[in-house]
């Protein structure tokens, strides 16, 4: 009786603290009085939001107006929106959610990408959410696609549907994160193919990344996209690397 009473009581605290994390979930420090629930004051004041001004295509921060490299190449997208810098906590986080896979760290991503999406990207007008798909190699080497389940969070809060049969991936490239700013151009061409591409003609659609860093990947998949015929193709990420460091960052 008092096994079952000690396994019940156990039971109960996990449970407690899963919903009331009394550990920041990030750098494991007690959180005390925070912000928010889950991080410290520490890791919480890391996290750089990216607020306006920003290029009101590519959403580079600091940017009045469209930003130079989109006046010279417009990139197919309508408008590209991230919730915030690629850097210290939440690059952490990130990390730690796709390597180490800690996935018990998305229910607190997706709060944050929900809490802070910003003004102009309204998710109700979107017929689908089409997460970036990873190759089916990788897939069962980290055993899930970290851009897949934050998706699900999403359209789980503004009832849209995730796609995940439109957008495939064909070839197992290098990782991007080996490679410099214009060979991740040519790796990433012929990454991506379509199915049941007669189901994306006439849609709004918004492709969802967690890592946008040089840009090859979303500008692949968007330019592959077009072909079924869309309405609209917008993107949302989570994170993006803070300007001009791009090739230092791992994704």
């Not at 001004?53 to 197919?76: L, V």
């Not at 915030?84 to 800690?102: D, S, T, V």
């Not at 990408?113 to 990788?138: F, L």
């Not at 998949?221 to 072909?227: D, F, R, Y």
């Amino acid at each position: 009786m008092r096994l079952r009473t000690d396994f019940l009581q156990q039971t109960f605290n996990t449970a407690i603290n899963f919903l009331y994390p009394t550990q920041c979930r990030i750098c494991e420090n007690q959180i005390g009085l925070s912000v928010v629930p889950f991080l410290c004051n520490v890791c919480w004041n890391s996290i750089d939001f990216i607020k306006q001004p920003f290029c009101e295509i590519c959403g580079t921060p600091n940017i009045d107006g469209t930003c130079a490299d989109c006046d010279m190449n417009p990139p197919r997208y309508g408008k590209l929106r991230t919730i915030a810098l690629y850097k210290r906590a939440l690059q952490q986080a990130i990390h730690q959610f796709k390597f180490e896979k800690r996935t018990n760290l998305a229910k607190y991503l997706i709060q944050l990408i929900i809490a802070h999406i910003p003004s102009d990207c309204n998710i109700t007008e979107y017929d689908y959410i089409i997460p970036i798909p990873i190759h089916k190699i990788r897939l069962n080497e980290r055993g899930f696609n970290q851009s897949i389940i934050l998706s699900n969070g999403i359209a789980e809060n503004y009832h849209v549907e995730v796609r995940t049969d439109l957008l495939i991936r064909r070839k197992n490239t290098s990782p991007q994160s080996s490679l410099d700013r214009e060979k991740r151009k040519s790796n990433i061409i012929g990454a991506f193919g379509l199915e049941n591409s007669e189901q994306l003609q006439g849609k709004k659609l918004l492709v969802f990344d967690d890592v946008f860093t040089t840009g090859a990947t979303i500008q692949e998949a968007v330019n592959v996209l077009w072909e079924a015929d869309p309405t609209e193709i917008d993107v949302l990420t989570l994170a993006r690397t803070p300007p001009y460091t791009n090739d230092s960052v791992v994704t």
